[in-house]
Nanobody, 119 residues
């Protein structure tokens, strides 16, 4: 059974930092690309960042480049998103996701964790 479980969300002031984690199980992670997405109230879900589990190739949305860093701990099967210099517009529910490396769509999703940035 595939499980992606996020943690680390919370309330932070603008300019602050948070680190999200996603514990993954039930997948052969070496063949998967892991990603973070977010959805703000009234908006569509959007891509934030992704990383190849084996290749470590990373991609970022322009809105978070230079502020967010995606990484993974292969020993603990855990994905992280370090978020610095947070802005009120980063407020959203953040989701961890996974896709097989040859596919374009993400197949597996976590339940989400709320991040709220106050001004």
């Amino acid at each position: 059974q595939v499980q992606l479980v996020e943690s680390g969300g919370g309330l932070v002031q603008a300019g602050g930092s948070l680190r999200l984690s996603c514990a993954a199980s039930g997948l052969p992670l070496s063949s998967y690309v892991m990603g973070w997405f977010r959805q703000a109230p009234g908006k569509e879900r959007e891509f934030v960042a992704s990383i190849g589990w084996s290749s470590t190739t990373t991609k970022y949305a322009d809105s978070v480049k230079g502020r967010f860093t995606i990484s993974r701990d292969t020993a603990k099967n855990t994905l992280h998103l370090q978020m610095n210099s947070l802005k009120p517009e980063d407020t959203a529910v953040y989701y961890c996701a996974a896709r097989w490396y040859l596919k374009t769509d993400f197949d597996y999703w976590g339940q989400g964790t709320q991040v709220t940035v106050s001004s």
